[in-house]
């Protein structure tokens, strides 16, 4: 059986004057899943969501919402039409209405009398504080409050802008766990936009990368980190060494030696070495290096080693056992790694 449709974007076009802001974009979505739309500052993010939302009408493709078309050539479905919600950066909330009036505004009377704001109230753990006003609400209170409110007309579809980037370090890693672990509970299909790389791997089951306007590779978050589609997918999504390689079959020879590859090729191409991937010791067979820095982060330790001339980084999960200037023995302990063409990665191109 075919899974059912969330959200389908296919060939998906839009350009401001000379600029293309999204160029021939497909992606689609199964209902019940979460999309997050990653990628740097003016790619194309927020311009394919308001593409979503039908407040841009695209200038050639097709977008169909829970197998609905609602934008073609000629014709695009208004946004009020649509059953999309829409969750921007500040949540913002009607300050003279109670959390309850906040939630039901926009219902109307049968949907309040058949308790959709007490249940949204509810999927939020809320309800409690119905009769509370904003203003006497923790920022992390409020902003389930504004879910509560997006969900509460049960939209097939759920769009977030951005949606902690205004918030303290602190209150962002605890909501967003919190919002993904509630849209997969509530198996609402939703898209996320954001040009963080954790924040998109803890919200996405599917994550589609963006530069330029186009969407670069489209997977769940370990294939995009373990099998990077380009050396820029790699760097955006994780720290890389991106090594130079002479590549014969399933074997890379480096200057890390010769490192097993996932899929065969022969000549010059570029290698991908998490600094996870690689480890430090103080004599034994790998290839020899002089630590030139360390960076303690607690949980972890990393290390820059110069090897052959070639800047490597090293993540450890340990406290420091080198120093700037140790001699060390340098290995790769991966899995099989993926290549690039011998220009990708070097260059920060996709
Ligand atoms: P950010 O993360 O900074 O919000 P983004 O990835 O969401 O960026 P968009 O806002 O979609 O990117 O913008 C994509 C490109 O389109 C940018 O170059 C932007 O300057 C341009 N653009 C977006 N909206 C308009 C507009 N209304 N008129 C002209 N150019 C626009």
Redesign the pocket.
């Known amino acids: 059986m075919n899974e059912q449709s969330g959200l389908s974007i296919q060939r998906v076009s ?1 350009r ?2 000379d ?4 160029a021939d974009v497909s992606v689609d979505l199964p209902a019940g899943q979460q999309l997050v ?1 990653l ?12 593409m979503v939302a039908g407040l ?1 009408v695209p200038d050639a493709g097709v977008i169909s919402i829970g197998g609905e078309l609602v934008s073609e050539p000629g014709r695009a479905v208004p946004p009020e039409r649509r059953r999309v919600g829409m969750v921007f950066q500040d949540w913002a909330l009607f300050p003279h209405m109670s959390v309850a009036r906040n939630v039901a505004y926009g219902l109307n009377r049968a949907r309040v009398r058949a308790g959709r704001a007490q249940q949204a109230l509810e999927l939020v753990h809320m309800d409690h504080l119905a009769d509370r006003s904003p203003h006497e609400l923790s920022a992390g209170q409020a902003q389930r409050v504004a879910l509560a409110r997006a969900i509460a007309p049960q939209p097939r579809l759920l769009l977030f ?2 949606p902690f980037s205004s918030l303290d370090a602190e209150l962002r890693v605890s909501l967003r766990s919190e919002v993904a672990a509630l849209m997969r509970d509530v198996q609402m299909t939703a898209v996320f ?1 954001t ?1 963080d790389q954790e924040e998109a791997f803890v919200l996405g089951d599917q994550v589609a990368v ?1 530069n330029e ?1 186009r969407v670069i590779q489209v997977g769940t978050p370990a294939q995009i980190y373990s099998e990077p589609a380009t050396g820029w997918v790699a760097s955006f999504v994780g720290e890389t060494n991106l090594l130079a390689a002479e590549v014969n079959g399933r074997v890379a020879t480096t200057v890390l030696g010769d490192l097993p590859l996932r899929s065969g090729d022969v000549g010059p191409r570029v290698v991908l070495a998490r600094p996870e991937h690689i480890s430090l010791t103080k004599a034994g067979p790998g290839s020899p290096g002089t630590v030139t820095a360390i960076e303690f982060y607690g949980h972890d330790t990393s290390y820059r080693v110069e090897v052959a001339e070639t800047p490597v980084v090293v993540r450890v999960p340990a406290g420091p056992a080198h120093r700037v200037g140790d001699q060390v023995a340098v290995t790769y302990n991966g899995p099989d790694a993926v290549t690039f063409a011998a220009t990708t990665g070097r260059t920060g191109t996709p």
């Open positions: 839009k401001f004057g600029c293309v802001a999204v739309l990628g740097p500052s003016g790619c194309g993010k927020t311009t394919l969501l308001r841009e802008d951005e936009v040009h963006m306007g």
